[in-house]
Every structure is written in structure tokens, then in C-alpha cells.
């Protein structure tokens, strides 16, 4: 089993920086993938970045693209969203989520592929 819980979210003005950090309890988080995804109100949730397990090979979404940077801590079972640049279409809730298969050379976009999901942590980008 793998629990995490993201912290980090909150009340930042347009421009303006935020790290999200996801904790994870569970042996097996550092084999796994793991992406955040957000949710806006009235929206569906979309992804927003993923890193790999080994290399750390990373994706992102088109709109935070030069602007957030993930990357991960595996002796300390922490993945960090670095958030720089913030824009009013940024605030979301913000969720980490660990991928279902363990030990892929790849992290998808799709939110299918992870299994174990934190309650999330909300960012409000004032403009």
C-alpha cells in the first residue's frame, strides 16, 4: 500500500512561486511513477506533470511547460511540483498520485495508470 499526502497549496498572487511536496508512506512508492494532476472548479481533472521512477525522466502538461518543474526524492519518499510563474488559470486543487505499475520505464499523462491518490491541496493564484 502507498499513502500520500501533498502539502505546500495556498494563497499566492499572479507571478508569484509555490512547492508542492507529495509525502508518501509504503515500500514500494520509489518503483512507481508519480504525477500531478489538478482540478479547477467546474472543471475535469487534468494532468499537470509526471517523473519517472529510476531516471527521472519528466513530463508535462503544455500549460506549465518552462514554468513548473517536478522532480522526486526517493530517500525521503517525497515528489516535489515546483511552481514558478503562477497564472490565474493555475488554481486548482492540486493531486500526486502514484502510478499502478511498478518498476515502467515511462510515466503517462493518463490518470487511469496510477492507482493511490492524496486528498489533495488547494492553490489559489490572485491576479
Known amino acids: 500500500q502507498v499513502q500520500l499526502v501533498e502539502s505546500g497549496g495556498g494563497l499566492v498572487q499572479a507571478g508569484g512561486s509555490l512547492k508542492l511536496s507529495c509525502a508518501a508512506s509504503g515500500r514500494t512508492f520509489s518503483s512507481r511513477a508519480v504525477g500531478w494532476f489538478r482540478q479547477a472548479p467546474g472543471k475535469e481533472r487534468e494532468f499537470v506533470a509526471a517523473?519517472?521512477?529510476?531516471?527521472?525522466?519528466?513530463y508535462y502538461a503544455d500549460s506549465v511547460k518552462g514554468r513548473f518543474t517536478i522532480s522526486r526524492d526517493n530517500a525521503k519518499n517525497t515528489v516535489y511540483l515546483q511552481m514558478n510563474s503562477l497564472k490565474s488559470e493555475d488554481t486548482a486543487v492540486y493531486y500526486c498520485?502514484?502510478?499502478?505499475?511498478?518498476?515502467?520505464?515511462?510515466?503517462?499523462?493518463?490518470?487511469?495508470?496510477?492507482?493511490?491518490w492524496g486528498q489533495g491541496t488547494q492553490v489559489t493564484v490572485s491576479s
Open positions: 498520485a502514484a502510478s499502478l505499475e511498478r518498476y515502467a520505464d515511462y510515466a503517462r499523462p493518463d490518470s487511469y495508470e496510477y492507482r493511490y
Open positions: 517523473i519517472t521512477w529510476s531516471d527521472g525522466s519528466t
